[in-house]
């Protein structure tokens, strides 16, 4: 079953602006993860959020979590065009050794 | 880089064939993931190991046998090949000092005529 629900599917914009994607999920969780995948590359893991927690940064990249509205946001900020790519959210499922991944926001920057 | 590595990276195959698909990895991790990625669909669990013959399902396991008998070595058989397992196959690990975070390896792209 799907888990997390990526919105939109897709995304285009321009370098310097921010990007954001939203992550909708079903269960409950114990962590929500964002992966970046590069066209005909592996996932790339970004940055884990537990569910204690409501906000956390890594460099350019910010990750909300709502867990009582089951949802989580990345925010890209001052986009390169090195960003283009597909980002997935990838949840556990109430704690589980297996992750549950989205179907991805494609996400498209324009130099 | 979790040292992870598939092969082959490419097969073109007819249906009803076998094809084995490997994963390897070289820094002794426990848990070990096959998953397939499709269009439309994201990446779907099909099976993973935490151990030396020790697998379990995911959720898109028909049609599918995976085999662990050592700890760097995670393969995954499809004993008769079909066309809708045309696909890009992803081999994943979770790193021991980090159990939450799966790091990938590069993929292989099947095609089933």
Known sequence: SQQGEEDPQALSIQEGENATMNCSYKTSINNLQWYRQNSGRGLVHLILIRSNEREKHSGRLRVTLDTSKKSSSLLITASRAADTASYFCATDEGGSEKLVFGKGTKLTVNP | ?113
């Open chain 2, 1 to 113: 880089d979790a040292g992870i590595t598939q092969s082959p990276r490419h097969k073109v195959t007819e249906t009803g064939t076998p094809v084995t698909l490997r994963c390897h990895q070289t820094e002794n991790h426990r848990y070990m993931y096959w998953y397939r990625q499709d269009p439309g669909h994201g990446l779907r669990l099909i099976h993973y190991s935490y151990g030396v013959k020790d697998t379990d399902k995911g959720e898109v396991s028909d049609g599918y046998s995976v085999s662990r008998s050592k700890t760097e070595d995670f393969l995954l058989t499809l004993e008769s090949a079909t066309s809708s397992q045309t696909s890009v196959y992803f081999c994943a690990i979770t790193a021991s000092g980090r159990p939450d975070t799966q790091y990938f390896g590069p993929g292989t792209r099947l095609t089933v005529l």
